[in-house]
Protein backbone atom coordinates (compact mmCIF):
# COMPACT_ATOMS: atom_id res chain seq x y z
CA UNK A 1 0.00 0.00 0.00
CA UNK A 2 1.19 3.56 -0.26
CA UNK A 3 1.41 5.61 2.37
CA UNK A 4 2.12 9.06 2.31
CA UNK A 5 2.39 11.94 4.86
CA UNK A 6 0.06 14.96 4.49
CA UNK A 7 0.41 18.86 5.03
CA UNK A 8 -3.30 20.00 5.89
CA UNK A 9 -2.93 24.02 5.33
CA UNK A 10 -4.95 25.23 7.98
CA UNK A 11 -3.74 29.27 7.72
CA UNK A 12 -5.24 32.14 7.80
CA UNK A 13 -2.74 34.78 7.03
CA UNK A 14 -1.31 36.56 3.49
CA UNK A 15 -4.07 35.75 0.66
CA UNK A 16 -5.88 33.90 2.63
CA UNK A 17 -9.71 35.44 2.40
CA UNK A 18 -12.07 35.42 5.33
CA UNK A 19 -15.66 33.69 5.15
CA UNK A 20 -18.78 35.48 7.41
CA UNK A 21 -15.98 37.29 9.07
CA UNK A 22 -14.18 34.07 10.37
CA UNK A 23 -10.88 32.04 9.23
CA UNK A 24 -12.31 29.86 7.01
CA UNK A 25 -11.17 26.52 8.56
CA UNK A 26 -12.93 27.27 11.38
CA UNK A 27 -16.32 28.17 10.38
CA UNK A 28 -18.43 25.41 10.97
CA UNK A 29 -20.77 22.92 8.65
CA UNK A 30 -23.05 20.82 10.15
CA UNK A 31 -21.76 21.45 13.65
CA UNK A 32 -18.19 20.99 13.24
CA UNK A 33 -15.39 23.33 11.33
CA UNK A 34 -13.89 22.56 7.96
CA UNK A 35 -10.58 21.60 9.40
CA UNK A 36 -12.26 18.96 11.43
CA UNK A 37 -14.27 17.55 8.74
CA UNK A 38 -10.81 17.50 6.34
CA UNK A 39 -9.03 16.16 9.76
CA UNK A 40 -11.38 13.09 9.93
CA UNK A 41 -11.49 12.29 5.98
CA UNK A 42 -7.75 12.28 6.36
CA UNK A 43 -7.82 10.17 9.19
CA UNK A 44 -9.61 7.57 7.45
CA UNK A 45 -7.85 7.41 4.67
CA UNK A 46 -5.29 4.46 4.75
CA UNK A 47 -2.86 5.99 2.60
CA UNK A 48 -2.37 8.72 5.04
CA UNK A 49 0.63 7.94 7.34
CA UNK A 50 1.00 11.02 9.35
CA UNK A 51 -0.35 15.09 8.93
CA UNK A 52 1.38 18.18 9.81
CA UNK A 53 -1.68 20.92 10.16
CA UNK A 54 -0.45 23.97 9.77
CA UNK A 55 -2.08 27.35 11.38
CA UNK A 56 -2.88 28.99 14.39
CA UNK A 57 -1.42 26.27 16.97
CA UNK A 58 -3.50 27.65 19.88
CA UNK A 59 -7.19 27.74 17.50
CA UNK A 60 -6.27 24.16 16.06
CA UNK A 61 -5.13 22.78 19.68
CA UNK A 62 -8.55 23.94 21.11
CA UNK A 63 -10.29 23.11 17.97
CA UNK A 64 -8.78 19.79 17.90
CA UNK A 65 -9.44 18.83 21.40
CA UNK A 66 -13.12 20.07 21.46
CA UNK A 67 -14.03 17.66 18.62
CA UNK A 68 -11.62 14.51 19.14
CA UNK A 69 -9.35 14.62 16.85
CA UNK A 70 -6.29 13.66 18.35
CA UNK A 71 -8.21 10.84 20.08
CA UNK A 72 -9.32 9.45 16.28
CA UNK A 73 -5.80 9.93 15.39
CA UNK A 74 -4.19 7.52 18.38
CA UNK A 75 -6.95 4.88 17.28
CA UNK A 76 -5.82 4.92 13.77
CA UNK A 77 -2.16 5.07 14.54
CA UNK A 78 -1.97 8.22 12.61
CA UNK A 79 0.00 11.04 14.39
CA UNK A 80 -0.89 14.61 13.86
CA UNK A 81 1.06 17.41 14.65
CA UNK A 82 0.42 21.23 14.89
CA UNK A 83 2.68 23.35 12.99
CA UNK A 84 2.96 27.34 13.40
CA UNK A 85 1.55 28.94 10.46
CA UNK A 86 4.08 31.20 8.76
CA UNK A 87 3.35 34.53 6.48
CA UNK A 88 2.27 33.07 2.95
CA UNK A 89 0.89 29.90 1.69
CA UNK A 90 4.47 28.82 0.04
CA UNK A 91 5.74 29.40 3.40
CA UNK A 92 3.27 27.22 5.16
CA UNK A 93 3.68 24.17 2.72
CA UNK A 94 7.01 24.26 2.39
CA UNK A 95 7.86 24.63 6.20
CA UNK A 96 4.74 21.49 6.61
CA UNK A 97 6.94 19.65 4.08
CA UNK A 98 10.51 20.22 6.47
CA UNK A 99 8.60 18.66 9.29
CA UNK A 100 8.17 15.73 7.32
CA UNK A 101 11.94 15.24 6.61
CA UNK A 102 13.82 11.84 8.24
CA UNK A 103 16.57 13.92 10.38
CA UNK A 104 19.25 12.58 7.65
CA UNK A 105 17.14 14.87 5.31
CA UNK A 106 15.66 12.60 3.07
CA UNK A 107 16.13 12.18 -0.73
CA UNK A 108 14.73 14.53 -3.66
CA UNK A 109 12.05 11.36 -4.45
CA UNK A 110 10.38 12.40 -0.98
CA UNK A 111 6.49 13.02 -1.51
CA UNK A 112 3.91 14.70 0.35
CA UNK A 113 0.13 14.77 0.06
CA UNK A 114 -0.92 19.00 0.44
CA UNK A 115 -4.53 19.52 0.97
CA UNK A 116 -6.44 22.87 1.85
CA UNK A 117 -9.02 22.89 4.98
CA UNK A 118 -11.77 24.29 3.25
CA UNK A 119 -13.20 20.86 1.36
CA UNK A 120 -15.80 19.43 4.09
CA UNK A 121 -17.11 17.25 1.46
CA UNK A 122 -14.27 15.45 0.77
CA UNK A 123 -14.41 11.78 1.66
CA UNK A 124 -11.83 9.13 2.15
CA UNK A 125 -12.52 7.40 -0.86
CA UNK A 126 -11.83 10.06 -2.98
CA UNK A 127 -8.42 11.10 -1.51
CA UNK A 128 -7.13 7.47 -1.72
CA UNK A 129 -8.29 7.05 -5.44
CA UNK A 130 -5.69 10.44 -6.26
CA UNK A 131 -2.97 9.14 -3.79
CA UNK A 132 -3.10 5.66 -5.59
CA UNK A 133 -3.50 7.53 -9.14
CA UNK A 134 -0.34 9.66 -8.30
CA UNK A 135 2.15 7.65 -6.47
CA UNK A 136 1.69 5.35 -10.07
CA UNK A 137 2.78 8.38 -12.15
CA UNK A 138 6.74 9.13 -13.51
CA UNK A 139 5.88 12.78 -11.69
CA UNK A 140 6.89 14.85 -9.61
CA UNK A 141 4.04 17.07 -8.95
CA UNK A 142 0.71 15.95 -9.83
CA UNK A 143 -3.19 17.86 -9.29
CA UNK A 144 -6.39 16.43 -9.21
CA UNK A 145 -9.28 17.29 -11.42
CA UNK A 146 -13.26 16.93 -11.51
CA UNK A 147 -14.86 16.33 -14.37
CA UNK A 148 -18.16 18.92 -15.04
CA UNK A 149 -20.17 15.22 -15.13
CA UNK A 150 -19.46 14.70 -11.87
CA UNK A 151 -20.05 18.14 -10.18
CA UNK A 152 -23.21 18.07 -12.00
CA UNK A 153 -24.10 16.36 -8.89
CA UNK A 154 -23.91 18.82 -6.71
CA UNK A 155 -25.63 21.62 -8.75
CA UNK A 156 -29.40 22.71 -7.28
CA UNK A 157 -31.96 20.03 -8.02
CA UNK A 158 -35.60 19.49 -6.93
CA UNK A 159 -35.73 22.88 -5.33
CA UNK A 160 -33.21 21.66 -2.97
CA UNK A 161 -29.75 24.29 -2.58
CA UNK A 162 -26.39 23.80 -4.69
CA UNK A 163 -23.20 24.66 -5.47
CA UNK A 164 -22.34 25.65 -8.95
CA UNK A 165 -18.36 25.89 -9.71
CA UNK A 166 -16.26 27.76 -12.74
CA UNK A 167 -14.51 24.69 -14.66
CA UNK A 168 -11.44 25.00 -16.65
CA UNK A 169 -12.17 24.25 -20.40
CA UNK A 170 -9.80 21.59 -22.13
CA UNK A 171 -10.08 19.91 -25.45
CA UNK A 172 -11.26 16.52 -23.12
CA UNK A 173 -13.81 18.54 -21.46
CA UNK A 174 -14.88 20.91 -18.45
CA UNK A 175 -13.07 20.30 -15.35
CA UNK A 176 -12.85 21.76 -11.55
CA UNK A 177 -9.29 21.71 -9.91
CA UNK A 178 -10.22 18.84 -6.76
CA UNK A 179 -7.99 20.54 -4.20
CA UNK A 180 -5.45 17.66 -4.07
CA UNK A 181 -1.85 18.08 -4.14
CA UNK A 182 1.07 15.23 -4.62
CA UNK A 183 4.64 16.41 -4.60
CA UNK A 184 7.98 16.22 -4.34
CA UNK A 185 9.39 19.45 -3.23
CA UNK A 186 12.67 19.10 -3.78
CA UNK A 187 11.71 17.93 -7.32
CA UNK A 188 10.15 21.49 -8.23
CA UNK A 189 12.75 23.83 -9.81
CA UNK A 190 10.27 27.09 -9.52
CA UNK A 191 8.45 26.31 -7.05
CA UNK A 192 8.03 29.72 -5.78
CA UNK A 193 6.01 30.22 -8.72
CA UNK A 194 3.25 28.23 -6.98
CA UNK A 195 2.83 31.28 -4.23
CA UNK A 196 2.45 33.15 -7.35
CA UNK A 197 -0.43 30.72 -9.17
CA UNK A 198 -2.12 31.22 -5.16
CA UNK A 199 -2.16 34.96 -5.09
CA UNK A 200 -3.78 35.11 -8.27
CA UNK A 201 -5.75 32.14 -8.03
CA UNK A 202 -9.29 33.93 -8.21
CA UNK A 203 -9.26 34.01 -12.46
CA UNK A 204 -12.70 35.16 -12.87
CA UNK A 205 -11.22 38.28 -11.82
CA UNK A 206 -9.50 40.03 -15.39
CA UNK A 207 -6.70 41.72 -13.13
CA UNK A 208 -5.23 38.34 -11.48
CA UNK A 209 -5.35 36.48 -14.82
CA UNK A 210 -2.82 39.63 -16.38
CA UNK A 211 -1.16 40.09 -13.13
CA UNK A 212 -0.21 36.22 -13.09
CA UNK A 213 0.61 36.22 -16.79
CA UNK A 214 3.09 38.95 -16.80
CA UNK A 215 4.66 38.04 -13.58
CA UNK A 216 5.21 34.82 -14.72
CA UNK A 217 5.94 35.65 -18.59
CA UNK A 218 8.66 38.29 -17.72
CA UNK A 219 10.69 35.68 -16.20
CA UNK A 220 9.95 32.49 -18.58
CA UNK A 221 10.37 34.25 -21.87
CA UNK A 222 12.13 30.66 -23.41
CA UNK A 223 8.27 29.48 -22.95
CA UNK A 224 6.48 32.53 -23.68
CA UNK A 225 4.58 29.94 -26.01
CA UNK A 226 2.71 28.41 -22.34
CA UNK A 227 1.20 32.47 -22.24
CA UNK A 228 -0.51 31.91 -25.54
CA UNK A 229 -2.52 28.59 -24.70
CA UNK A 230 -3.23 30.44 -20.97
CA UNK A 231 -5.22 32.80 -22.87
CA UNK A 232 -6.60 30.92 -25.10
CA UNK A 233 -7.37 28.60 -21.89
CA UNK A 234 -9.16 31.62 -20.07
CA UNK A 235 -10.92 33.34 -23.40
CA UNK A 236 -12.68 29.70 -23.72
CA UNK A 237 -13.89 30.05 -19.48
CA UNK A 238 -14.87 33.80 -20.34
CA UNK A 239 -16.86 32.52 -23.49
CA UNK A 240 -18.28 29.85 -21.37
CA UNK A 241 -19.62 31.48 -18.45
CA UNK A 242 -21.47 33.71 -20.71
CA UNK A 243 -23.05 30.79 -22.08
CA UNK A 244 -21.07 30.85 -25.46
CA UNK A 245 -20.59 27.76 -25.36
CA UNK A 246 -19.93 26.94 -29.29
CA UNK A 247 -17.34 29.58 -28.62
CA UNK A 248 -15.61 27.94 -25.86
CA UNK A 249 -15.78 24.39 -27.09
CA UNK A 250 -13.67 25.57 -30.21
CA UNK A 251 -11.11 27.93 -28.23
CA UNK A 252 -10.82 24.49 -25.51
CA UNK A 253 -10.31 22.11 -28.80
CA UNK A 254 -6.83 23.99 -28.87
CA UNK A 255 -5.48 22.91 -25.41
CA UNK A 256 -5.71 19.29 -24.24
CA UNK A 257 -4.84 18.08 -20.70
CA UNK A 258 -1.74 17.16 -22.21
CA UNK A 259 -0.62 20.50 -23.59
CA UNK A 260 -1.04 21.97 -19.44
CA UNK A 261 0.74 19.19 -18.49
CA UNK A 262 3.96 20.09 -20.74
CA UNK A 263 3.42 23.86 -20.36
CA UNK A 264 3.27 23.86 -16.64
CA UNK A 265 6.33 21.36 -16.01
CA UNK A 266 8.47 23.75 -18.17
CA UNK A 267 7.22 26.50 -16.56
CA UNK A 268 8.16 24.67 -12.86
CA UNK A 269 10.54 23.06 -14.28
CA UNK A 270 9.72 19.40 -12.95
CA UNK A 271 7.61 16.58 -14.15
CA UNK A 272 3.95 17.80 -14.02
CA UNK A 273 0.72 15.65 -14.25
CA UNK A 274 -2.97 16.27 -14.02
CA UNK A 275 -5.08 13.30 -13.05
CA UNK A 276 -8.94 13.35 -12.54
CA UNK A 277 -11.41 11.51 -9.53
CA UNK A 278 -14.81 11.07 -9.86
CA UNK A 279 -16.26 11.61 -6.56
CA UNK A 280 -16.10 15.27 -6.40
CA UNK A 281 -16.16 16.69 -2.81
CA UNK A 282 -12.83 17.66 -2.97
CA UNK A 283 -13.52 19.84 -5.84
CA UNK A 284 -16.06 21.73 -4.07
CA UNK A 285 -13.61 24.46 -1.89
CA UNK A 286 -16.31 26.68 0.29
CA UNK A 287 -15.60 29.93 -0.78
CA UNK A 288 -19.03 31.85 -0.17
CA UNK A 289 -21.92 32.15 1.93
CA UNK A 290 -24.50 30.77 -0.66
CA UNK A 291 -22.32 27.69 -1.11
CA UNK A 292 -21.76 27.64 2.79
CA UNK A 293 -25.83 27.32 2.94
CA UNK A 294 -25.85 24.70 0.60
CA UNK A 295 -23.14 22.62 2.42
CA UNK A 296 -24.67 23.31 5.61
CA UNK A 297 -27.95 21.53 4.42
CA UNK A 298 -26.79 19.11 2.30
CA UNK A 299 -23.55 17.92 3.52
CA UNK A 300 -24.31 14.42 5.00
CA UNK A 301 -26.71 13.28 1.61
CA UNK A 302 -23.21 14.04 -0.68
CA UNK A 303 -21.08 12.43 1.53
CA UNK A 304 -23.59 9.81 1.29
CA UNK A 305 -24.39 9.70 -2.28
CA UNK A 306 -20.14 9.87 -2.77
CA UNK A 307 -19.93 6.69 -0.35
CA UNK A 308 -22.37 4.86 -2.44
CA UNK A 309 -20.68 5.68 -5.78
CA UNK A 310 -17.51 4.74 -4.06
CA UNK A 311 -18.69 1.26 -3.18
CA UNK A 312 -19.99 0.67 -6.64
CA UNK A 313 -16.29 0.92 -8.69
Known amino acids: MVRVQTVL?????????????????????????????????????????????????????????????????????????????????????????????????????????????????????????????????????????CPESVLARYTSQGGEPGIEMALFNFAEGRFRPNNLHFVRPLRLGNRHYIQDMY??????????????????????????????FYMLLHMARGFDRRGYRRAADRLRSWVPISLIDRGIGALLRTRFRIITTQLGGAALDIDNEHDLEAAEKMIDRWKAMQARLARAV
Open 9 to 145: LAGDRGHSRALVGRSKPFVEVAGKPMVVHVLEALLSTPEVSEIYVVGDVLQLGETMAEHGCLRLAAARACPVHIVPQRSSLYENVWHGFLRTLPPDGGSEDHAILVVPADIPLAIPEEISDFVNQAARLEADYVVGF
Open 199 to 228: ENRYQKEIGNMIRLGWRIGIREFRHLWVLF
